[in-house]
């Protein structure tokens, strides 16, 4: 009997490793499945990461042209700024030129109508000169001091004197 036993205890123990070759094979066959699972996580991770990396890079280009845009917004707004500003210096300046041009018609029109009433005088003095000058009557033009200013042919016929 120990024979018999020896043979069943090597069948068992047969039967055993033929059992855990079975496992180990399951295992193997399981690491193998994994192995390539972990094989295609590992590619998605790197096609990940390129991604990111392309994303990153996008998000680079995008900030310099968002950059670019906000300098050139600001850049624009201070020239329209400077042009608002320098519209309404010339705006204030041009209401100042309009109340001088005003001003200045005023003081033609106040200068035209002087001319006209000395043109009006010097007719009437020119006309007066004329009947002074001609009339055989004595006619003396004296200052406010009584200097004599002017005498006509009349006066210097009748005295003898002239103005000098």
Known sequence: ??????????????????????????????????????????????QQNQDIDTQEDTIKQNRYIIIGVVVF?????????????????????????RQKNIELNQQKNEINQKANELEKVNQELEKLSIVAG?????????????????VNAGFTRFFGYTLQ
């Open 1 to 46: 009997m120990s024979l018999r036993r020896k043979v069943d205890s090597i069948k068992t123990l047969q039967d055993e490793i033929d059992k855990k070759n079975k496992e180990i094979e399951n295992n193997m066959e399981e690491q193998a499945i994994n192995k390539e699972a972990l094989q295609k996580q590992l590619e998605t991770l790197n």
């Open 73 to 97: 917004l600001l850049a624009f707004t201070v020239l329209v700024l400077l042009i608002i500003r320098s519209l309404r210096e010339r705006m204030k300046a041009n209401a100042q030129l």
């Open 134 to 150: 001609k009339t055989q009557n004595a006619i003396v033009i004296m200052d406010r001091n009584g200097f004599f200013e002017w």
